[in-house]
C-alpha cells in the first residue's frame, strides 16, 4: 500500500466476533483480518469481470 487511509467502521456485535476470532485463527489483526477478506473480495470481483 502508497497511502493509508483511516475509516471508522460500524460493525453488528456478532460479525466482529466473527472477524476476531478468524483473525485469531489466521494469527492476524483485526484490522489485517478486514483487510486481507477485502483484497480477496476486490480479486474475486475483478478476475469475475475479466471471465467472458
Known amino acids: 500500500m502508497d497511502e493509508e487511509k483511516r475509516i471508522t ?12 476470532t478468524q483473525a485469531k485463527s489466521a494469527r ?11 483484497e480477496i473480495e476486490r480479486a474475486a470481483t475483478v478476475a469475475d469481470a ?3
Open 9 to 20: 467502521l460500524r460493525l453488528p456485535a456478532d460479525l466482529h466476533e466473527w472477524l476476531v
Open 50 to 52: 475479466g471471465s467472458p
Open 28 to 38: 492476524r489483526s483485526l484490522n489485517s483480518e478486514i483487510v486481507y477478506r477485502l
